[in-house]
């Protein structure tokens, strides 16, 4: 069974940094893209960023480039997202998601992990 | 970047019955290469991730029950759930992977007359 473990949210404050991760089950996770989604209280998706299988290919939406970072440890089956200079509207529900064509869509989720950015 | 927008907002309907739900891009996400659109649509119960039901705009994931069903192509696109049950309550979103950044509709929220 596919699983998707997200961690790392928590509480933050404005200009500080924060590490969450995705803990990968079921699946070769070496063989899939990846990416984060995130969701605002009450609000839409929004699409964060995406790396390759390898993670030898990266892409960021405008609003985090340069602040947050995508990696991956094949060897631990985890994905990563760094983020820096957080923002209150950064305070979201962070979501790791499998993607199976690498650019494409997402076919399984983890739950969530909120990061709120307050003082 | 590529701007979806779903409609509508807000969708009541009764259990039995049909529901659709529409989507239209900015821009084309039919890429002429392999015919294929570049399209997906998710659907998201409360306290729950977002469940993948259709990709390449009318391949239904596996599991997904055959009441769901999509349609369109280019910059137009349907969703349409053929007789409507209780479990179905949920926001539903529209997304395009033609491009990053990949984005997502508005989302319409599907309740029960």
């Known amino acids: 069974e596919v699983q998707l473990l997200d961690s790392g949210g928590g509480l933050v404050q404005p200009g500080g940094s924060l590490r969450l991760s995705c803990a990968a089950s079921g699946f070769t996770f070496s063989s899939y893209a990846m990416s984060w989604v995130r969701q605002a209280p009450g609000k839409g998706l929004e699409w964060v960023s995406v790396i390759s299988n390898s993670g030898g290919s990266t892409y960021y939406a405008d609003s985090v480039k340069g602040r947050f970072t995508i990696s991956r440890d094949n060897s631990k089956k985890t994905l990563y997202l760094q983020m820096n200079s957080l923002r209150a509207d950064d305070t979201a529900v962070y979501y790791c998601?499998?993607?199976?064509?690498?650019?494409?869509?997402?076919?399984?989720w983890g739950q969530g992990s909120l990061v709120t950015v307050s003082s | 970047d590529i701007v979806m927008t779903q409609s509508p907002d807000s969708l009541a309907v009764s259990l039995g019955e049909r529901a659709t739900i529409n989507c239209k891009s900015s821009?084309?996400?039919?890429?002429?290469?392999?015919?294929?659109?570049?399209l997906a649509w998710y659907q998201q119960k409360p306290g729950q991730p977002p469940k993948l039901l259709i990709y390449?705009?009318?391949t239904r994931e596996s599991g997904v029950p055959d009441r769901f069903s999509g349609s369109g192509s280019g910059t137009d696109f349907t969703l349409t759930i053929g007789s409507l049950q209780a479990e179905d309550v949920a926001v539903y979103y529209c997304q395009q992977y033609y491009s990053t950044p990949y984005t997502f509709g508005q989302g319409t929220k599907l309740e029960i007359k």
């Open positions: 998601a499998r993607d199976p064509i690498f650019n494409g869509y997402f076919d399984y």
């Open positions: 821009q084309s996400v039919l890429y002429s290469s392999n015919s294929k659109n570049y």
């Open positions: 390449w705009a009318s």
